[in-house]
């Protein structure tokens, strides 16, 4: 994840120091999960359906969710790390999921 990617981040989820090594360590494993993350993510945007809600966000609870939906071997990233890049890719629009809250 590159530094255009990292200040698009809510300043709270922003890494600083050896975070942004961790940050590009973890988004260079998650890349290569890429085709299971968006499976988890359209199990997740059924689920919101479901429910009534037709958007994806960058919030906790979606981004929880979107990790219990991975299939697969587990990723080496903590869930923090995977919360912060998924995060900053969905407000990026790498899956067409803007938050529309923005």
């Known amino acids: 994840m590159g530094e255009a990617a990292i200040s698009s981040m809510p300043p709270a989820m922003r890494p600083r120091g ?8 973890a988004a260079y494993v998650m890349q290569g999960r890429l085709p299971q993350i968006r499976r988890a993510l359209g199990v997740v945007r059924q689920e919101l359906a479901a429910s009534g809600t037709h958007a994806v966000t ?4 979606c981004l929880d969710a979107v990790q219990r939906s991975m299939t697969g071997p587990p990723l080496d990233v903590s869930p923090a790390l ?3 890049v998924l995060a900053g890719w969905i407000e990026q629009g790498l899956f067409g999921l803007e938050d529309p809250t923005k």
């Open 18 to 25: 050896k975070a942004v090594v961790d940050v590009d360590h």
């Open 58 to 61: 960058a919030n906790d609870a």
């Open 82 to 84: 995977f919360k912060a």
